[in-house]
């Protein structure tokens, strides 16, 4: 099966830096790469996925990188707010396995 | 337009207990999922149905889990008996079809005593 590591598992950035977020993956069956965030005690929510005909997306302060080559896809968020302060999933569709979080912390 | 829906969200029993889940997944959605989240761990996925068809469950403990979705809308998670690491959320999901835009529930938190 699937197998998806995420790096790194806690990040501290100050208020305004940005923020990396890398995963890899195993299977190259997998052909969408969802990124969540979870803050404390609620759901999962969405925030940005690629799909594997794509090499790069953007939403506003938040990106994703897709190196289908390496099998690794990557989270960049810019311009970090404290609201930002969350645990953050990436996913990789072939048996939808999970990486295992980074917390990351944006201090004011 | 009402997203999925799980019950009850919170849930305590003693071990060798029985307990269910209940999920209502997004109208239209044919694809649901049901994952368990232990704490501070990303979600683990336990079984996920196309229509009324289990078609990956193989991290579903089958001694003591069962899953089921009937006319493949709702879906049921039984655990029997419960043992004191079955603590965890269990979060149930729904997308129109795999490889789509997942839909997570607020989950249930449950509590083996």
């Known amino acids: 099966g699937e197998n998806v590591e995420q790096h790194p598992s806690t990040l501290s950035v100050q208020e305004g830096d940005s923020a990396v977020i890398k995963c890899t993956y195993s299977?190259?069956?997998?052909?969408?790469f969802p990124w969540y965030k979870q803050e404390l005690g609620k759901r999962p929510q969405l925030i940005i996925d690629i799909r594997s005909n794509v090499g790069e997306k953007k939403d506003q302060r938040i990106a994703v990188t897709l190196n289908k080559t390496a099998k690794h896809f990557s989270l960049h968020i810019t311009e970090t707010q404290p609201e930002d302060s969350a645990v953050y999933f990436c996913?990789?569709?072939?048996?939808?396995?999970f990486g295992a979080g980074t917390r990351l912390t944006v201090k004011p | 337009e009402a997203g999925v829906v799980q019950s009850p969200r919170y849930k305590i029993i003693e071990k060798k207990q029985p307990v269910a889940f209940w999920c209502n997944p997004i109208?239209?959605?044919?694809?649901l999922y049901w994952y368990r989240q232990n704490l501070g761990q990303g979600p683990e996925l336990l079984i996920r149905?196309?229509?009324?068809?289990?078609?990956?469950d193989s991290q579903l403990p089958k001694d003591r889990f069962s899953a089921e979705r009937l006319k493949g809308v709702d879906s049921t998670l039984k655990i029997q008996p419960a043992e004191l690491g079955d603590s965890a959320v269990y979060l149930c999901?729904?997308?129109?079809?795999?490889?789509?835009?997942?839909?997570f529930g607020p989950g249930t938190r449950l509590t083996v005593l």
């Open positions: 996913a990789a569709s072939y048996d939808m396995r």
């Open positions: 299977d190259s069956a997998s052909n969408y």
């Open positions: 999901a729904s997308s129109l079809d795999d490889s789509d835009t997942q839909y």
């Open positions: 109208s239209g959605h044919n694809t």
């Open positions: 149905y196309e229509n009324e068809e289990a078609v990956d």
